[in-house]
């Protein structure tokens, strides 16, 4: 046992050793500890280095709070984890932790130099340095900046752990296994509501259960003890569950509330068996109870920072809780009653210990029993300074004046070798405002205290401003039966004993004889913000406490300035002239304590990240080498390599094929939507531009979708299946949203339409074959059928069979060549690809995919809506006015065509491009301009689609260009990073102009 | 994360829901004969107000059905919800 362990406690097993690694050197704790007590069991404070000045800092607290000693846990690339606070590691065999921000040591660290420098570097430097001059920023400024930012190291592996969601629903959640928690629970789970108790520590109790003072009894038993046993009976209890190790993270509205549970990190590495790590719950709850307690406030004062400044609460927890005292030689600097319970403590256990109080006086119980003990107060005193670079080895005190803006009289030193202060307790109220509830400012003790208003949420205990015992037992019993509207008599006549606190004195900046600028007084420990930096912001015209908060990072570190922003407001307010109720507080957002991203994400990584969709013939095109493509969630084939066949190569003779002989594609992603209803004609009319009520059984045609804005939306193939049914097709990409679109209109606007619409986009599978062959390949696999021009046109459909299966095939064309498409039931999807490959064999029919068919429909100046449109095309603009009817009295988008904006002559327009240099390929995406040396260059549009076609044996390119179809024979320039590349504008159809191969 | 009393399905949470904006914007009937600005005032134009606002929501991974309710956007409080084409309650 170290000398530190000065304390048996029946919260760590000091029969269990547990060894540890921090900074590369080995120590010895016991089963219980975190890994902030065992460290501080052999005396070690100094545990990190401050953000920016790098200063000697210590572990400050004993919970989520900490702003000080934060860890890189664990060294492997994959687990190592950054920014973990050691009072909140639960101590296990083999942990490997060390301190962050520091080079080459924390010991010895490089970067203090920053603390010399530190009257050079205030609030807002970096925004007010590294401005000028501008060459500096890329090579200098931004590198530097980058190596000195940042707490910790990220992993560079992926996270191999394991992560869960659970979604749940109760009647009663209660946030805080404290004493109100406990109580709370008790009467919620008594009084048959289904109950969850979550508590982010490994056992229940909060602050009490290590409470052992004459002072605090309830039932006449030390409150501890009598919470011990009410412990024991709520575990009983059937219709609680309760989660320790489960922090709260976000409370939303409508009681839907986000907590991560740790169910494998307080475990050595090797007996966590690839178990699942965390796990979020999700919770809906009918009613919230928030017993989340309070924080002790820090003290603002000189060099208020040092290694072994702790507070006075968490010193108490040291040596009460986990046996472990912080020094030998305490001073205590307070102003409230609550830090006199350490001073007891530490008395008790034959510990020195001394007293310095900002009061004039206090007559409290707990007072007396200090002063009996023989512990020396120093009343209406000030900490003016401390000393000791790596750990406090002494302080300097004076007396205040009376009004507490000064200080008086001469100067006492004082040796120690802990500091433990106390400036009150803060109400953890995250919970309630992240809710959306408000706050009240409470004047006698300057703390903001929840305003209740929501029937379904409450406050309980010190969360609530509750400090005394007395009043969180009587007033969390009263609150909790109203709001669960619950008669439940046990804790009604629960008799409590505790001191009570009479007298106040709050001074947020304590004065001093040494002028401000000179003083370095720490409101955000981890973010370094000092009071000179908000009074510097205030100075500059920063009046707002969210921008006084952005300017100095005030509150903005990881630790979300729990021990700061109190301090912050309580200064300005002081600062500016006005009470501190009126400035507000900073927004509280979510999460209260940092989340992995591993629960956030749980189990939707890798191939869960997203839904793939696969077509019924997938698996063919994987047997057959394809190269797939994500088209929306579809997994596409991109293009079949042949050996080891680039994209280029492939592309090239997968398009020859097509044109020379036959070519099949799956088209089976395309979105396919059943219409069907006395008015499905009418409502096409009403959806596409061109019109339908004309269209024969057994038809097919070409739409063009636009929004009401007049822009293209999408387009497809509809085929009139009979007199009242329709089969629409969509792009693959826009299927689900012109499906919504539709039923929008059909709910809401159009009502009276007799139109019923479904999707079966993944009821049928389609092969496409085209190519002058198409027509012999068809004739084989339907050899009853008449393929002639007569018996079966362009842009029509029939029925057909094969083997006895339904199959509908229609006659269309996206590729400009001769091109049927077979629809057939899914599940015969890969049947009858395999046949169509088997008899297509003899005319060399070749599997295509995406990258040649978008190419061949370029070749043919087809659009692709999405890759030629973006949302600002009209089809005027892609000279498509012949499929806008003139006839038609309205129609999505129809006002809009001709709105003073949408018939503007000026607006991009889609044509073709022909390179120069016929062997040159333009990048799409590239900038079009007519003129570079007038300046500024003016940009007058942009490469839509560009390809080398084989079949025409040049380059090709689809763009958009201001007032295009004007320019038809115009030579404009593409400048790239080394070269201008030349080229004419052309008609935006290369190939087959007169439509003679579709009827080949 | 609210939760909604689809008029088909009954409570489900938000996330099985998308809102389509105001409410009660009836697509003109007649839009030829309207001017470039009466045009431009039903397709641009809405309203977007701190306080109670009346809105299109569809139960995208539900019923897919549209329906209106009134919310205010200040709290996220539904006062209410009804089917398309009844009329909006008065208060």
Same mark, same amino acid.
């Given at each position: 046992?170290?000398?530190?362990?000065?304390?048996?406690?029946?919260?760590?097993?000091?029969?269990?050793?547990?060894?540890?690694?921090?900074?590369?050197?080995?120590?010895?704790?016991?089963?219980?500890?975190t890994l902030?007590?065992?460290?501080?069991?052999?005396?070690?404070?100094?545990?990190?280095?401050?953000?920016?000045?790098?200063?000697?800092?210590?572990?400050?607290?004993?919970g989520s709070e900490e702003?000080?000693?934060i860890c890189q846990i664990n060294e492997d690339t994959d687990l190592t984890e950054p920014n973990v606070r050691a009072t909140e590691i639960e101590l296990y065999?083999?942990l490997?932790a060390?301190?962050?921000?520091?080079?080459?040591?924390?010991?010895?660290?490089?970067?203090?130099?920053?603390?010399?420098?530190?009257?050079?570097?205030?609030?807002?430097? /970096?925004?007010?340095?590294? $401005?000028?001059?501008?060459?500096?920023?890329?090579?200098?400024?931004?590198?530097?900046?980058?190596?000195?930012?940042g707490l910790g190291k990220s992993p560079t592996k992926p996270d191999p752990e394991l992560y869960d969601h659970k979604h749940v629903h109760c009647d009663v959640l209660i946030i805080g296994g404290g004493?109100?928690g406990i109580?709370a629970s008790?009467?919620a789970a008594?009084?048959n509501l289904r109950t969850i108790l979550i508590e982010d520590k490994n056992i229940l109790g909060g602050?009490?259960?290590?409470?052992?003072?004459?002072? /605090?009894?309830?039932?006449?038993?030390?409150?501890?003890?009598?919470?011990?046993?009410?412990?024991?009976?709520l575990q009983?209890l059937d219709n609680l569950t309760i989660k320790t190790r489960t922090s709260l993270a976000a409370y939303h509205s409508y009681n839907y509330l986000l907590a991560k549970e740790n169910i494998s990190d307080h475990l050595p590495l090797d007996k966590r068996n690839g178990d699942i790590r965390q796990r979020l719950w999700k919770i809906r709850a009918d009613k919230v109870l928030v017993a989340t307690g309070?924080?002790?406030?820090?003290?603002?004062?000189?060099?208020?920072?040092?290694?072994?400044? $702790?507070?006075?609460?968490?010193?108490?927890? %040291?040596?009460?809780?986990?046996?472990?005292?912080?020094?030998?030689?305490?001073?205590?600097?307070?102003?409230?009653?609550?830090? %006199?319970?350490?001073?007891?403590?530490?008395?008790?256990?034959?510990?020195?210990?001394?007293?310095?109080?900002?009061?004039?006086?206090?007559?409290?119980?707990?007072?007396?029993?200090?002063?009996?003990?023989?512990?020396?107060?120093?009343?209406?005193?000030?900490?003016?300074?401390?000393?000791?670079?790596?750990?406090?080895?002494?302080?300097?005190?004076?007396?205040?004046?009376?009004?507490?803006?000064?200080?008086?009289?001469?100067?006492?030193?004082?040796?120690?070798?802990?500091?433990?202060?106390?400036?009150?307790? #803060?109400?953890m109220v995250h919970m309630h405002t992240q809710s959306g509830g408000?706050?009240?400012?409470?004047?006698?003790?300057?703390?903001?205290?929840?305003?209740?208003?929501d029937e379904n949420h409450i406050n309980v205990?010190?969360c609530?401003?509750?400090?005394?015992?007395?009043?969180?037992?009587?007033?969390?019993?009263?609150?909790?039966?109203?709001?669960l509207?619950?008669?439940? #008599?046990?804790?009604?006549?629960?008799?409590?004993?505790?001191?009570?606190?009479?007298?106040?004195?709050?001074?947020?900046?304590?004065?001093?004889?040494?002028?401000?600028?000179?003083?370095?007084?720490?409101?955000?420990?981890?973010?370094?913000?000092?009071?000179?930096?908000?009074?510097?912001?205030?100075?500059?015209?920063?009046?707002?406490?969210?921008?006084?908060?952005?300017?100095?990072?005030?509150?903005m570190a990881t630790d979300q300035?729990k021990?700061?922003?109190?301090?912050?407001?309580?200064?300005?307010?002081?600062?500016?002239?006005?009470?501190?109720?009126?400035?507000?507080?900073?927004t509280f957002r979510p999460p209260f304590t940092p989340l992995t991203f591993g629960s956030i994400v749980g189990r939707s990584v890798g191939k869960f990240f997203d839904i793939i969709r696969k077509?019924?013939?997938?698996?063919?095109?994987?047997?057959?080498?394809?190269?797939?493509?994500n088209v929306g969630q579809w997994k596409?084939?991109?293009?079949?390599?042949?050996?080891?066949?680039?994209?280029?190569?492939?592309?090239?003779?997968?398009?020859?094929?097509?044109?020379?002989?036959?070519?099949?594609?799956?088209?089976?992603?395309?979105?396919?939507?059943?219409?069907?209803?006395?008015?499905?004609?009418?409502?096409?009319?009403?959806?596409?531009?061109?019109?339908?009520?004309?269209?024969?059984?057994?038809?097919?045609?070409?739409?063009?979708?636009?929004?009401?804005?007049?822009?293209?939306?999408?387009?497809?193939?509809?085929?009139?299946?009979?007199?009242?049914? /329709?089969?629409?097709?969509?792009?693959?990409g826009?299927a689900a949203n012109?499906?919504s679109?539709?039923?929008?209109?059909?709910?809401?606007?159009?009502?009276?339409?007799?139109?019923?619409?479904?999707s079966?986009?993944d009821?049928?599978?389609?092969?496409?074959?085209?190519?002058?062959?198409?027509?012999?390949?068809?004739?084989?696999?339907?050899?009853?059928?008449?393929?002639?021009?007569?018996?079966?046109?362009?842009?029509?459909?029939?029925?057909?069979?094969?083997?006895?299966?339904?199959?509908?095939?229609?006659?269309?064309?996206?590729?400009?060549?001769?091109?049927?498409?077979?629809?057939?039931?899914?599940?015969?999807?890969?049947?009858?690809?395999?046949?169509?490959?088997?008899?297509?064999?003899?005319?060399?029919?070749?599997?295509?995919?995406?990258?040649?068919?978008?190419?061949?429909?370029?070749?043919?100046?087809?659009?692709?809506?999405?890759?030629?449109?973006?949302?600002?095309? #009209?089809?005027?603009?892609?000279?498509?006015?012949?499929?806008?009817?003139?006839?038609?009295?309205?129609?999505?988008?129809?006002?809009?065509?001709?709105?003073?904006?949408?018939?503007?002559?000026?607006?991009?327009?889609?044509?073709?491009?022909?390179?120069?240099?016929?062997?040159?390929?333009?990048?799409?995406?590239?900038?079009?301009?007519?003129?570079?040396?007038?300046?500024?260059?003016? $940009?007058?549009?942009?490469?839509?689609?560009?390809?080398?076609?084989?079949?025409?044996?040049?380059?090709?390119?689809?763009?958009?260009?201001?007032?295009?179809?004007? $320019?038809?024979?115009?030579?404009?320039?593409?400048?790239?990073?080394?070269?201008?590349?030349?080229?004419?504008?052309?008609?935006?159809?290369?190939?087959?102009?007169?439509?003679?191969?579709?009827?080949? | 994360m609210f939760l909604i009393n689809c008029?088909y399905c009954g409570e489900r949470d938000q996330s099985e829901f998308s809102c389509g904006?105001?409410?009660?914007?009836?697509?003109?009937?007649?839009?030829?004969?309207?001017?470039?600005?009466?045009?431009?005032?039903?397709?641009?134009?809405?309203?977007?107000?701190?306080?109670?606002?009346?809105?299109?929501w569809n139960h995208a991974h539900g019923c897919r059905k549209?329906?209106?309710m009134?919310r205010?956007t200040?709290n996220d409080k539904i006062?209410?919800v009804?089917?398309?084409?009844?009329?909006?309650?008065?208060?």
């Open positions: 046992m170290t000398k530190f362990r000065v304390n048996k406690t029946k919260h760590v097993d000091q029969t269990k050793t547990v060894s540890f690694n921090f900074d590369g050197k080995s120590y010895h704790g016991f089963d219980g500890d902030a007590s065992a460290l501080l069991s052999n005396g070690v404070h100094l545990v990190g280095r401050s953000f920016k000045y790098h200063r000697p800092r210590g572990i400050m607290s004993c702003p000080n000693a065999e083999g490997k060390s301190s962050q921000n520091c080079w080459p040591s924390v010991n010895f660290d490089i970067g203090g130099i920053n603390n010399f420098i530190s009257p050079f570097i205030p609030a807002g430097f /970096y925004y007010k340095t590294f $401005m000028w001059p501008k060459s500096f920023w890329k090579k200098i400024y931004e590198p530097l900046i980058r190596w000195s930012a004493i109100s109580i008790k009467i008594k009084n602050s009490t259960i290590f409470q052992k003072n004459e002072n /605090y009894k309830i039932n006449n038993k030390y409150s501890s003890e009598w919470l011990d046993e009410e412990i024991v009976e009983k309070a924080i002790e406030r820090p003290l603002v004062f000189n060099n208020n920072d040092r290694p072994g400044i $702790m507070l006075a609460n968490s010193v108490k927890k %040291y040596l009460d809780f986990y046996g472990v005292s912080c020094g030998f030689n305490n001073v205590i600097f307070t102003n409230n009653d609550s830090a %006199y319970e350490t001073a007891v403590s530490l008395k008790e256990k034959g510990i020195s210990v001394e007293i310095i109080d900002i009061r004039k006086k206090s007559n409290s119980k707990i007072v007396k029993n200090a002063e009996k003990l023989g512990v020396k107060i120093y009343w209406n005193s000030t900490i003016v300074n401390t000393f000791g670079h790596r750990k406090i080895n002494s302080i300097e005190i004076m007396n205040l004046s009376e009004d507490g803006s000064n200080v008086v009289g001469d100067k006492n030193r004082i040796n120690c070798d802990c500091l433990a202060v106390s400036g009150g307790w #803060t109400p408000k706050l009240d400012f409470r004047e006698n003790d300057q703390t903001f205290i929840p305003t209740e208003i205990g010190s609530n401003g509750d400090f005394e015992l007395e009043e969180i037992i009587n007033n969390t019993n009263k609150k909790v039966k109203n709001f509207k619950v008669s439940e #008599t046990e804790f009604d006549n629960t008799s409590v004993l505790n001191s009570k606190e009479l007298d106040k004195r709050n001074i947020w900046l304590l004065p001093n004889y040494i002028s401000e600028g000179k003083c370095k007084s720490f409101i955000d420990f981890q973010n370094d913000s000092t009071v000179k930096d908000i009074k510097l912001a205030l100075r500059e015209g920063f009046k707002s406490i969210e921008h006084v908060k952005r300017y100095t990072t005030t509150g300035g021990l700061s922003n109190m301090h912050a407001l309580g200064i300005i307010a002081d600062t500016v002239g006005v009470k501190m109720g009126t400035l507000g507080t900073t077509t019924s013939i997938h698996e063919w095109h994987s047997q057959n080498n394809a190269k797939f493509e596409r084939p991109w293009y079949y390599p042949i050996n080891d066949e680039g994209l280029h190569d492939a592309v090239q003779r997968e398009s020859k094929a097509a044109r020379d002989s036959a070519g099949i594609l799956d088209a089976s992603t395309l979105g396919k939507i059943d219409i069907q209803g006395t008015d499905a004609s009418e409502f096409l009319n009403r959806v596409y531009t061109n019109a339908w009520s004309k269209l024969g059984i057994g038809k097919c045609r070409y739409g063009l979708m636009l929004n009401e804005d007049g822009m293209v939306y999408d387009d497809g193939v509809t085929t009139r299946l009979g007199e009242n049914h /329709y089969l629409m097709t969509t792009t693959t826009g012109v499906l679109k539709l039923e929008d209109y059909l709910q809401t606007e159009w009502p009276e339409l007799d139109v019923y619409l479904t079966v986009t009821h049928y599978s389609t092969a496409s074959i085209c190519g002058p062959n198409s027509k012999k390949i068809l004739t084989k696999i339907f050899p009853d059928k008449d393929f002639s021009d007569e018996a079966f046109p362009h842009m029509s459909y029939q029925n057909a069979k094969i083997d006895e299966i339904n199959c509908r095939i229609m006659r269309i064309s996206f590729t400009g060549e001769l091109s049927y498409e077979i629809n057939i039931e899914s599940k015969y999807g890969k049947s009858l690809w395999e046949k169509c490959i088997e008899v297509g064999k003899e005319f060399k029919i070749t599997p295509y995919g995406t990258e040649t068919m978008h190419l061949l429909r370029a070749e043919k100046g087809f659009i692709i809506v999405g890759q030629d449109t973006d949302g600002t095309m #009209t089809p005027i603009d892609l000279q498509m006015d012949w499929i806008v009817s003139k006839k038609k009295y309205d129609f999505i988008g129809k006002r809009s065509l001709y709105r003073s904006d949408t018939i503007r002559e000026d607006r991009k327009q889609l044509v073709g491009l022909l390179t120069d240099d016929p062997n040159e390929v333009l990048e799409e995406g590239a900038q079009i301009v007519s003129d570079v040396n007038k300046k500024p260059i003016e $940009m007058i549009g942009h490469v839509t689609s560009s390809y080398f076609s084989p079949n025409l044996n040049k380059s090709i390119a689809l763009a958009v260009v201001k007032s295009g179809k004007k $320019m038809n024979g115009q030579k404009l320039i593409v400048p790239m990073e080394n070269k201008n590349i030349n080229v004419t504008v052309s008609d935006s159809v290369f190939l087959d102009k007169e439509n003679k191969r579709i009827y080949a | 008029p904006g105001e409410a009660h914007i009836v697509r003109p009937k007649q839009p030829t004969e309207l001017s470039d600005n009466q045009w431009a005032e039903y397709l641009f134009m809405r309203k977007n107000i701190k306080g109670v606002q009346f809105e299109r549209w329906f209106n009134v205010d200040s006062h209410a009804y089917k398309m084409g009844e009329k909006p309650p008065v208060e």
